[in-house]
């Protein structure tokens, strides 16, 4: 099987092209080559851009592909771009939407992909929405074979997931953590979430590749298992070889007294409750089962960052940010405490 990656290097899909090569796939990357070293033994690199329209069509001229995936689209000009240049050049098109377009607050805790698409509160999520109506219409029109997947929090060795923390600089988290330094939590932290580690998501996804039953349909790959924010920063505690310091502070405070912005994922999407049932990927690729914990996961990141001090970078503008917010709280609750 032939298949193309727009990226392939990314925290989820470096984990996908390595077992995609593993598996006997003849998988081609096309990307910038900024994460090179990412790049799996066996896996060709197509050097370009895929926004340089032109460019991409040039670089893949005379190239067909029996799976085409894009782990880099994020607006439906993304994919109309997409449509055009691959339409006729392959047999499945897999776009990478979210989790996190599934409706906020959603009416059940336990969320399928039935459960309805709408999210007011994060662009992102409803940019990605946006993408997988524009691509079913075109597959309902006959002219595209599309498969939606839809990964939630997922992580791998090179990150430290958490809700609130430094995009740029994960390691910042740990060395909070060990240096004693309160971190935040959302809310009081029992709602629940799903982590899931790059190379479970893997497993299921390379199973949708070629799979004809795939294609005009959407579905989630996540982990069984479900933790409270709670118990995940315990776990990146333990990795971390010392107890959390934690404040619990309410959604809405934190999105009050942070820059604009810091606060979007939070809102449309973490501090909900989310957990998955994970039947339709487990139908779709029978062979799909999520093995590594998340205690396990984390503790191997924290393990490849000590590995690797060069990207122990810690971010002092986003932890300013943290104190600034635990104090204002403080101040507040002072407040509250007074008057009541």
Not at 13 to 29: M, R, T
Request: glycine share 8%; with cysteine; net charge negative.
């Amino acid at each position: 099987m032939k298949v193309l990656f727009i990226g392939g290097t990314g925290l989820i899909s470096e984990a996908v092209s390595k077992l995609a090569v593993a598996q006997g796939i003849e998988l081609y990357l096309f990307n910038r080559g900024e994460r090179d070293e990412f790049v799996p033994e066996g896996a060709q690199v197509i050097r370009g851009d895929i926004r340089d329209a032109a460019g991409a069509a040039e670089a893949l001229k005379g190239l067909e592909f029996d799976a085409v995936v894009n782990w880099i689209a994020f607006t439906p000009e993304h994919v109309q771009n997409d449509i055009q240049l691959f339409s006729g050049k392959t047999k499945q098109y897999i776009f990478i939407s979210s989790a996190s377009a599934y409706q906020k607050p959603q009416r059940s805790y336990l969320i399928t992909e039935e459960t309805p698409l709408n999210n007011p509160y994060w662009e992102y999520s409803r940019n990605k929405i946006a993408c997988e109506e524009l691509l079913l219409e075109k597959h309902r029109s006959g002219s595209f074979p599309v498969t939606i997947v839809r990964p939630s929090h997922t992580y791998g060795i090179t990150a430290i997931p958490a809700a609130l923390t430094s995009g740029k600089h994960p390691w910042s988290l740990v060395e909070r953590i060990r240096k004693g330094q309160p971190i935040v939590i959302h809310g009081d932290g029992t709602s629940l979430w799903t982590m899931t580690h790059n190379t479970d998501f893997a497993k299921g996804f390379t199973g949708l590749l070629g799979n004809p039953e795939a294609i005009g349909e959407a579905v989630h790959i996540t982990s069984d298992e479900s933790l409270n924010w709670n118990q995940i920063y315990a776990a990146i505690g333990g990795a971390a070889g010392r107890e959390p310091k934690v404040v619990h502070i309410s959604t809405d405070f934190i999105a009050a007294h942070t820059p604009a912005g810091t606060a979007d994922g939070l809102i449309g999407d973490q501090a909900v409750s989310s957990v998955f049932d994970n039947s339709k990927i487990k139908r779709l690729v029978p062979e799909f089962s999520a093995t590594v914990p998340f205690a396990e996961g984390i503790k191997q990141s924290v393990d490849w960052f000590e590995a690797h001090p060069e990207r122990c970078s810690v971010d002092g503008e986003w932890s300013k940010m943290l104190d600034t917010l635990i104090s204002r709280h403080g101040v507040d609750a002072k407040l509250l405490s007074y008057y009541v």
